[in-house]
Each structure stands twice: as structure tokens, then as C-alpha cells.
């Protein structure tokens, strides 16, 4: 059984930081591209950055210079270092693991507050 379970979300005012963990298990991890996503409140889900299984990192606009994506292979976790945050940043961020299949973590709110 598949499992993603991300933490690591809250509450920071603007101009903070968070860093948020997806620890994955039922996988063969490092043969996975691995990415977070986000979805504010009537919007679309949407790419915030992935990393490949060779380590090759990709980041929405929004967020280039601000977030930095990791993954530690022997932990079969993935990371998203988030500052200078801004309250366009508030939003459900979810945990994406893919290969042959696609999967989904339950996702873990971030708010910024200005």
C-alpha cells in the first residue's frame, strides 16, 4: 500500500519560512519523480516544483528563487523549503510521487498571513 504523508504546513506571517517533509513508503522511492503541488481555494491544483530520480529539480515561476525542492533517498522523504513567503503562497500543499503510477499524498495547509 502506497503512502504519502506530508507535514510540515501552518501558520507564518509574511516574509517567514516553512519547510515541509513527505515521507513516502510502499514505493521504490528513488526510482520515483517526486513534486509538490498546491491548490488555494477555487483554483486549480497547480505545480509547484518537482525533482526527478537523477535529482534534476523544476519550480513554477511563482516561486523560483523562494522554494527550494530536496529529497533524501535514504529517508524516501521529499522536501520543500519554502521562504520570503507571501500570503499568495496560502494554499493546500500536496506530495506527488510518479513513475509508472501516480500518487497523492492527503495534502497539509499553509497560511500566510500579511
Known amino acids: 500500500q502506497v503512502q504519502l504523508v506530508e507535514s510540515g504546513g501552518g501558520l507564518v506571517q509574511a516574509g517567514g519560512s516553512l519547510r515541509l517533509s513527505c515521507a513516502a513508503s510502499?514505493?521504490?522511492?528513488?526510482?520515483?519523480?517526486m513534486g509538490w503541488y498546491r491548490q488555494a481555494p477555487g483554483e486549480q491544483r497547480e505545480l509547484v516544483a518537482n525533482?526527478?530520480?537523477?535529482?534534476?529539480?523544476n519550480y513554477a515561476d511563482s516561486v523560483k528563487g523562494r522554494f527550494t525542492i530536496s529529497r533524501d533517498n535514504g529517508k524516501n522523504t521529499v522536501y520543500l523549503q519554502m521562504n520570503n513567503l507571501k500570503p499568495e503562497d496560502t494554499a493546500v500543499y500536496y506530495c506527488?510521487?510518479?513513475?509508472?503510477?501516480?500518487?497523492w499524498g492527503q495534502g497539509t495547509q499553509v497560511t500566510v498571513s500579511s
Open positions: 506527488n510521487a510518479r513513475r509508472s503510477s501516480t500518487y
Open positions: 525533482i526527478d530520480s537523477s535529482g534534476i529539480t
Open positions: 510502499g514505493i521504490i522511492f528513488s526510482f520515483n519523480a
